[in-house]
């Protein structure tokens, strides 16, 4: 899957349909600033999911 990618500035803009994007259609989304990657919007689900994994291998 392709990351699309958006700055600042299109984040402003156009938030509520980069989020519907993210939340229905599960795609990430790269944030820059000034030509630099600064975040990643990703779906919840793929979030709380590696959140688990990451818990689950401290605990072991």
Request: proline content about 2%; glycine content about 6%; hydrophobic content about 40%.
């Amino acid at each position: 899957m392709e990351t699309k990618t958006y700055t600042t500035i299109d984040l402003r803009k156009g938030m509520g349909e980069i989020l519907d994007r993210t939340r229905i259609a599960g795609e990430a989304a790269a944030i820059t600033r000034k030509g630099k990657t600064v975040a990643y919007l990703v779906p919840a689900e793929w979030f709380e999911q590696m959140a688990r994994r990451h818990q689950s291998h401290e605990v072991a």
